[in-house]
């Protein structure tokens, strides 16, 4: 309907009850027909502008227009009737006349019944059985007799056809089920990653003090923790960092580079608002013997900047010959720890072959959404022979592990009680040990676990593990000959697909404190506290000792171990302090606080500067 008067072509029929002019049935629907499309007219009309015109329509809602059109036709069905009833009686006068003259009186007579039944007929189905559809389709019949309640429904009906109609259709809700405990990550809900940039430690082009050579030392966890301290370091010395050269003869002896492990060009993209990253050193300077210098461990900012920066300044070139623990845990500026996090989070990620083929890896081990565990089970020869421990070995194993510790002249401790290690919480668990756990976790023997190490140590070590969990699984047996070809003699590589499978598990156990523990467990940390469970060596040896002896039965070192480990299942908490560096908590195995902010103490935090500053404010006016 319209406001702006009865000249609007825009508007929509005025309903004024019924007329006294006739008009035949063809115009009558002819204007019906446009009746039905004036509302549709009048949005799109508002819509485009009226060029001057301020008439006003009203759109109207489906259910309106719906007994607005039920309306119209009541009296126009009515108008018919009243039509057809006095062409009816002329006809019938007619008649009669006819039959005071008597010719053709039977003829009339009989005419008159089948008009008669005729009416009969049609009265009876127009008041049955006519409607007309809204959706456009008009069924037989005039006079439509509906009750309110019916009137109601069919009007809803077409408002939820059309709006489902306009509404994109949601997929179809899955009925999720209740996540069994075993699997259930800690509570996180107030803590996220917080590693952005703040904007006054943007690079500006500031003229470099000199080129940074770093060779990252060890296996390749702790090469890559030592690579994002160094980038920290050259961004507290203001220094040009050469791309990292990586440790050869380490006891894998790989020859792998940065580039064969490393996305490069990712590596200097991302850090390239932090400090720049070349591939080797400028000509003018690549003829100069660098001055190579082994930075004190664990140092902090003060360290590098008042006895390194000189020295670079000097120099021009410098090469760090050790790169691990090489930076202070804690006691530096939030926006250092950020960028360790960046450098080990975000830049470093390996190269596209090692990336893929870990896709692959993981897409089996959760095949038909199966969960699964990754063990870190560091029982390899080396491992042993640096803690000298030998439980559950043969005894010309545990002479082969002495006779390894005493060839390795870095290794200090060479006489080791191997029982009192063990007792002390000191050794990696056993495979026997392990599956033990496990199962007292309550982890099914159905449960697919993935070895997360080298080659286990001992002729039948894996055979305890594999009577309690059969569906074990190595980067060995779960990649084909022709997937492995290409990283069988390049350790540093292996452990990148054991690194990746590790961090997407669903539940990530190590069994030592080892430097691949550190960094997987920081980095599901940072990753949204993702189940993490720490075994309590000391104390869990002295429980399975007591069931092996039989002093307890299994029910109850079953409850014994979950209660013990209900707390150390990775849930967020501050990274502990110590009373000397190496006692400390390592920052890359718990980047929070650092990389990981409380978000309810940040809005406290929030809300106490805000009272802060305008309480100034008041005392200053």
Not at 158 to 178: C, M, T
Not at 347 to 372: D, F, H, M, Q, S
Not at 405 to 422: A, G, L, N
Not at 505 to 534: L, P, W
């Amino acid at each position: 309907m319209s406001s702006g008067g009865a000249n609007s072509s825009n508007g929509s029929p005025r309903l004024a009850g019924p007329t006294t002019t006739r008009r035949r049935v063809a115009d009558m629907m002819d204007a019906e027909r446009s009746s039905n499309f004036s509302d549709v007219s009048d949005e799109e009309d508002n819509s485009n502008g009226n060029n001057g015109d301020h008439h006003h329509h009203h759109y109207h809602h489906p259910v309106i227009r719906y007994w607005l059109l039920r309306s119209r036709m009541f009296f126009f069905a009515l108008e018919t009737w009243l039509l057809k009833i006095g062409d009816a009686y002329s006809w019938f006068v007619t008649a009669v006349q006819s039959m005071r003259s008597g010719r053709h009186m039977g003829r009339r007579i009989f005419g008159g019944l089948l008009l008669l039944v005729f009416f009969s007929v049609f009265v009876k189905f127009s008041l049955m059985s006519g409607h007309v559809d809204l959706n456009g389709r008009r069924e037989h019949g005039l006079f439509i007799v509906q009750t309110i309640k019916e009137d109601w429904a069919f009007a809803q009906k077409i408002v939820a056809e059309r709006e489902a109609s306009d509404a994109v259709k949601p997929l179809p809700v899955l009925e999720k089920f209740p996540i069994p405990e075993i699997w259930m990550k800690p509570n996180c809900d107030n803590y996220q990653k917080c590693i952005s940039r703040p904007r006054n430690r943007i690079r500006t082009g500031t003229k470099t003090n000199g080129y940074l050579l770093v060779h990252a030392n060890g296996g390749l966890n702790q090469m890559r923790t030592g690579i994002c301290d160094m980038v920290a370091v050259a961004k507290i010395m203001n220094a040009t960092l050469v791309l990292p050269s990586l440790d050869h003869e380490s006891f894998w002896t790989d020859p792998s580079d940065f580039k064969d492990i490393f996305d490069w060009k990712h590596f200097i993209e991302v850090l390239n608002d932090d400090i720049e990253i070349v591939t080797s050193l400028p000509p003018q300077y690549a003829a100069i013997k660098p001055l190579h210098k082994a930075p004190v461990s664990w140092s902090k900012a003060s360290y590098y900047r008042g006895e390194m920066v000189p020295l670079l300044k000097r120099h021009k070139v410098i090469k760090f010959t050790h790169t691990d623990s090489r930076l202070a845990n804690n006691g530096l500026a939030s926006s250092i720890q950020r960028l360790r996090c960046r450098a080990n989070y975000e830049a470093l990620r390996y190269t596209k072959e090692i990336e893929e083929l870990g896709k692959i890896l993981l897409n089996r081990l959760k095949k038909n959404n199966e969960r699964y565990i990754a063990l870190h089970l560091r029982y390899e020869k080396d491992m042993l022979a640096f803690t000298g421990c030998s439980h559950n070995l043969t005894a010309e194993e545990a002479e082969e592990l002495r006779i390894m510790r005493y060839s390795v002249k870095h290794w200090k401790e060479k006489e080791i009680d191997s029982k009192e290690k063990r007792l002390q919480g000191g050794c990696p668990m056993s495979p026997r040990e392990a599956a033990l756990f496990l199962k007292a976790m309550g982890y099914p023997s159905t449960t697919t676990i993935y070895i997360v190490a080298g080659e286990i140590y001992g002729r039948n070590s894996m055979a305890a593990f594999r009577s309690e969990f059969p569906n074990v699984f190595t980067h060995t047996t779960l990649a084909t000959e022709e997937e492995l070809e290409p990283f069988k003699q390049y350790q540093n590589r292996l452990a990148a697909l054991d690194y990746i499978l590790a961090l997407e598990s669903d539940v990530f156990v190590y069994t030592y404190d080892g430097n691949m523990a550190k960094a997987v467990q920081g980095h599901r940390r940072f990753e949204g506290f993702r189940k993490t469970i720490n075994p309590d060596r000391q104390n869990f040896v002295k429980l399975i000792d007591l069931l092996d002896e039989g002093a307890i039965p299994w029910e109850m070192f079953s409850e014994e171990v979950k209660n013990l480990h209900a707390n150390r299942v990775g849930a967020p908490y501050l990274r502990q302090s110590g009373e000397s560096p190496r006692l400390e908590e390592n920052f890359f195995a718990n980047p929070f606080p650092g990389c990981v902010c409380n978000l309810s103490q940040e809005r406290t935090s929030s809300l106490k500067s805000y009272q802060m500053s305008k309480r100034r404010v008041v005392l200053s006016s």
